[in-house]
Nanobody, 124 residues
């Protein structure tokens, strides 16, 4: 049973930064591709970014966050991070960590397991 626990969400002013963390138990990030998704109120969940398994040599971001958000992983801590800079009010939403043994399902928005989410609110 894989469990993902996200943390680091909160309220921040536009232009500010936050770093989200996602720690896993029951699975190692070395073998799985990991991703961040978000869901704004009244909208569908959307892809934010993903990193491939093992050394994480492949990283993908959505156009909406490219250049502002960075995904990194600390395999020793079994934790991935989402560093969010230059935050905008439209970045507001619940942010979810997710993973899969295969990269493609992650990129398609259909990973095998999900965290519970952490709320990010960006005020204007």
């Amino acid at each position: 049973q894989v469990q993902l626990v996200e943390s680091g969400g909160g309220l921040v002013q536009a232009g500010g930064s936050l770093r989200l963390s996602c720690t896993a138990s029951g699975r190692t990030f070395r073998t799985d591709a990991m991703a961040w998704f978000r869901q704004a109120p009244g909208k569908d969940r959307e892809f934010v970014g993903a990193v491939s398994a093992w050394t994480g040599g492949i990283v993908r971001y959505s156009q909406a966050v490219e250049g502002r958000f960075t995904i990194s992983k600390d395999s020793a801590k079994n934790t991935i991070y989402l560093q969010m800079n230059e935050l905008k009010p439209e970045d507001t939403g619940v942010y979810y960590c997710a993973g899969d043994r295969v990269f493609q399902p992650v990129l398609r928005g259909a990973p095998a397991y999900w965290g519970q989410g952490t709320q990010v609110t960006v005020s204007s």
